[in-house]
């Protein structure tokens, strides 16, 4: 089995910075993209930000410029650098990564629990 665990969301002030880390542990042998999407009350959950194995990087247009992504790949874990932070960007955010837990398994997403992150004004 498979568990991604995420940490570091928090309550902070409007201009301020958080560090989101994720964690896959577990029956793992490979892992294509990892990313992280964010889920705000009534609304649908979103990506944020997602960077394959390879390196290429994706962000959405809300965040490019204030937020970055990176992975340890040997660490399986992939973290989300948030600045200049928004009331607007309060939500759960949650990882996934898209893995194979074998040579000749399929390509299976998983997701974290989510962490909270609360940006006041």
Do not use: H
């Not at 944020?48 to 970055?68: E, L």
């Not at 040997?74 to 928004?86: D, E, G, I, R």
């Not at 629990?113 to 609360?118: A, F, M, P, S």
């Amino acid at each position: 089995q498979v568990q991604l665990v995420e940490s570091g969301g928090s309550l902070v002030q409007a201009g301020g910075s958080l560090r989101l880390s994720c964690a896959a542990s577990g029956s793992i042998f490979s892992i294509n993209a990892m990313g992280w999407y964010r889920q705000a009350p009534g609304k649908q959950r979103e990506l944020v930000a997602a960077k394959a194995r390879g390196g290429n990087t994706n962000y959405a247009d809300s965040v490019k410029g204030r937020f970055t992504i990176s992975r340890d790949n040997a660490k399986n874990t992939v973290y989300l650098q948030m600045n200049s932070l928004k009331p607007e960007d309060t939500a759960v955010y949650y990882c996934n990564a898209d893995l194979k837990e074998s040579l000749w398994g399929p390509v299976i997403t998983y997701w974290g629990q989510g962490t909270q992150v609360t940006v006041s004004s």
